[in-house]
Each structure stands twice: as C-alpha cells, then as structure tokens.
C-alpha cells in the first residue's frame, strides 16, 4: 500500500520543498485549504481532504480534518489486528506523515488593534487535533510540526524507508511541547479577558533565547528563555550589537540595571554590580548623568553593567572605554560611539526599546516545588501618601535628592539604605539583617559626602538608630514609609538633630 503524508501549514516556508521530496520518494500527499492550492499551484500531486472524508469543509473551514477517515489513519496500531480489521471494515487508509503547524494565534493578538473576534478564529482546533493524535501513536507516525526538522526526516527516509523511533519520539515531544505552549497562550489570553486575576491553574510557556555556558557557578547548568508577547523593555528583547554572550549573571545584573534605569525620565546612567546599584547619576546630559554614577563609586563600578537612558554619544563612549565593563545598554549609540566601544573585543553592547516601558503583568519566582507570582512593584513617588512627619520642610534640594534615592531604594535588596546628593547616589546599603547595619554601610561609604544628603530606607525604622547614625554622618534629610510602632522615637530625634522627615506609606521590600 503506498505510503501517505497529510501536509496541512499556516507557515509555508519550506513545505513546497519538502512535498516535492515525498512525491519523489513516492508518498501521496493529503492536504487542505491553502497549503493543497499552494502546492498545485508548484506542479505537486495532491489529494484533497474531503475526497477521503467524503465530506466537504463546513463553517468557513472550521470543520474539515474532524472526521474518523483522517483520525482514524492517525491514530491506528498499524500492526494490531483489530485496527487493521476496523480499517478494512470502513475503508481507512493509514497516514504515515504528518506535518501541520497551527493558525498564527500570537501574532494574532500581538498586534495592538486585535479585536476578540480576531483572536478566537486564530485558535486552531482541527491542528492541535491531528498534532496530539500522530504524536501519541509516534510508534507508527512521523509528526513534524517545525520546519527545521524536514531536513533530518527526509535523510532518513531516503536511507532506511522510514524514521527511527528515537527521532519519531522526539518530534511527538516537540508537537507536545508545542501544543501546550499554544494552548497556554490561549488560555492566558482568555484569562485575562475574563478579568480572572488568580485562576485555579497557571500555565506559562517560554521560548529558548539562548543556551548559556553555565549557570551562577561553572558546575551548574543554565539557559535563557524569553517570554513571548514579553516585554519589548527587557534583556529578554534586546539586540546585542558587539561583544561576547551573555552569561547567567550578566542578564541577572542587566535585568536589575534596565528595571533601575526606567525609573527616570531625564538623563540617567546606573551601575550595578550582583544586581545591586552601586552608582546612580543624573544630569542634564547623558555624559554627565555617566560621570555622576561613574563618581559614586569608582571601585565598584569596575566589571559592572551600565544601564542609560538616552543615546550613549561620543563622549559617553570616550568615559565608559576608560573603564572596564561587562555590559553597557542603551537605546542606541552614535557610530562614533560604536566606533570607540568596539575597540574593546568582549563588552557587550545592547539596545533595548525605550519606546514601549511595557511591564509584565505578573513578576514570578520559582521556588523549591512551586512559583510565587506578584505585580511588578510600580508603586513610584508620586502615588505616594507624602507627609513631612517632622518640625522642619525639606529645601528643594533635600526633596530633589529623597526623590532620586526613593527611586533607587526600592532596587535595593532590602534591608536596604540608600544615600544621594541631589543627582547621584553617594552610599548603598544592601541585603542587611537588621536596618542600622544597612545604614552603617551606605553612611561609611558617604562619608564626608553625607554631610547635607538625603537617606532613603525601603521599610521603616523599627527604633531610632538609624536616624542617631544618620544625623551623625550629617543627613540633612530622611525619607521613610513610616508605620512603626515607634515612629514617635524617630521624629523627636530627628527632630532634636534638626533632620526633616518625610514619611511615604509605602514599603518597598526586595528580596
């Protein structure tokens, strides 16, 4: 009996091809729609569905490949007697190859004026339906559903008259995978119109970026996978202009330096370092912005990635050659500025889309047999409950300078303390046990600079002995969600030192 193929594509690229092969190799080609016109079109002989079916494609091709003289020759044992005797008995004729790919469901509603309709025609039922069914009897079916894997089919079907279990095996995986990142799109999509905001069952799926060299440490294995319709503001979509590959801990640090950078609007560069900020700066041009976060702490900053928010020109370039780098990321670079960075053979140079400052929907973080999910803390300055707690008002230079370190400390693995001048951070305090440790620690790197700045804490005080540090060092000003049962303690003693004190109502955690 001669062999068939059922060949049924949205995406075309390479099916004329791969059917002329099958044709050669003597298969009878099964199609549909637009996939059977495209290849009579190229001279193929194929056969049309509904002659095996005995019934033509209803509801606007809705129905067409639902029907037993299709799953049937999918889905039979074709060395069991019984099967074989039921498809005697109604005339079904085995299918050996299949290769379908579904409707475009996420470019569909990637576009931004997709509407309902739109979407709900684009889920593919009759698709995913002949997918499941060839990939479940892999033992007897060969199911492609990616046009990358022909070429290996076709070897060897030319050397041995058919494909491996191993290799029918692992495409009946790839059609799993596949259909289940499908219908996780869909069921997203469906979800949030529904307005569900935490369903019974959450499925999300990812596609592989890259495969890394190894993970956090040289022993552990790793891979980058971006999410699709994700953020266009995210390490995940940016284009790597010049430089080696991103390891793990560099799109861990770059990930923490863009989520930093777009929290300003004027010209801003920020440096970090194990997904801390160790320099923040501003100014009124990018250069400037640069040298601030360069100033706030020039051993720190070296092997760091550099987050900027407006074009690097080329004297930007000329500052960030002079130093060593991991990474540097902007909208975009001047040629001459390209011309200069290059020179360096291994920094990585990346664009992202400053254009669309899309967030994710949902944060998530996988944890020992689960994931926690959460929105992304967008909570900024000015939703924020202001109140001065305090005898004195902030000058606005203090309001200037709690502004900036509000926006940075919320980065900041808490307990965290961050201390800035009006345009750059001048102490960051990370990742403490207790909160006055963490002052401690961005006060002593202040030092002589902390006289006349501003303190910004992630959470509040539990007692007063930040504010004692504080006024010691010279804080001028202290920014704080307040809330503590001892907040009275804290505003006498800021006011005894003649600190102002602004609470915010808003905590802002990072672990």
Known sequence: MKKRALLSVSDKSGILEFAQELEQLGYELLSTGGTMKHLKDNGVSV?????????????????????????????????????????????????????????????????????????????????????????????????????????????????????????????????????????????????????????????????????????????????????????????????????????????????????????????????????????????????????????????????????LNKEVDRETAAQLADIFLEIVIAPSFTEEAIETLTKKKNIRLLTISFEQQKNDQWNTVSVEGGLLIQQPDSYGFEEADIKVATDREPTEAEWNAMKLGWAVVKHVKSNAIVVTDEHMTIGVGAGQMNRVGAANIALTQAGERAKGAALASDAFFPMDDTVEAAAKAGITAIIQPGGSVKDADSIKKANDYGITMVFTGVRHFKH
């Open 47 to 307: 056969t049309a569905v509904d002659e095996i079916t005995g019934f033509p494609e209803i509801m606007e091709g809705r129905v067409k490949t639902l029907n037993p003289m299709i799953h049937g020759g999918l889905l039979a044992k074709q060395d069991d007697p019984g099967h074989q005797a039921q498809m005697e008995e109604h005339g079904i004729q085995p299918i050996d190859v299949v290769c379908v790919n579904l409707y475009p469901f996420k470019e569909t509603i990637s576009k931004p004026d997709v509407t309902e309709d739109d979407a709900i025609e684009n889920i593919d039922i009759g698709g995913p339906a002949m997918l499941r069914a060839s990939a479940k009897n892999h033992a007897y079916v060969t199911v492609i559903v990616d046009s990358t894997d022909y070429e290996d089919v076709l070897k060897e079907l030319k050397a041995e008259g058919s494909t491996t279990l191993p290799t029918r095996r692992r495409l009946a995986a790839k059609v799993f995978r596949h259909t289940a990142a499908y219908d996780a799109l869909i069921s997203g999509y469906l979800t949030e119109l529904a307005g569900e905001q935490f369903p019974e069952q959450v499925t999300y799926t990812y596609e592989l970026k890259q495969p890394l060299r190894y993970g956090e440490n040289p022993h552990q294995q790793a891979a980058f996978y971006s999410r699709p319709l994700g953020s266009d503001f995210s390490i995940a979509y940016a284009e790597q202009l010049h430089g080696k590959e991103l390891s793990y801990n560099n799109i861990q640090d770059a990930n923490a330096a863009i989520q930093i950078v777009k929290e300003f609007a004027e010209p801003a560069a920020v440096a970090v370092k194990h997904m801390n900020p160790c320099g923040v700066g501003t100014g009124k041009t990018i250069a400037e912005a640069f040298s601030k976060a360069y100033e706030a702490d020039p051993v720190s900053i070296f092997g760091g990635i550099i987050a």
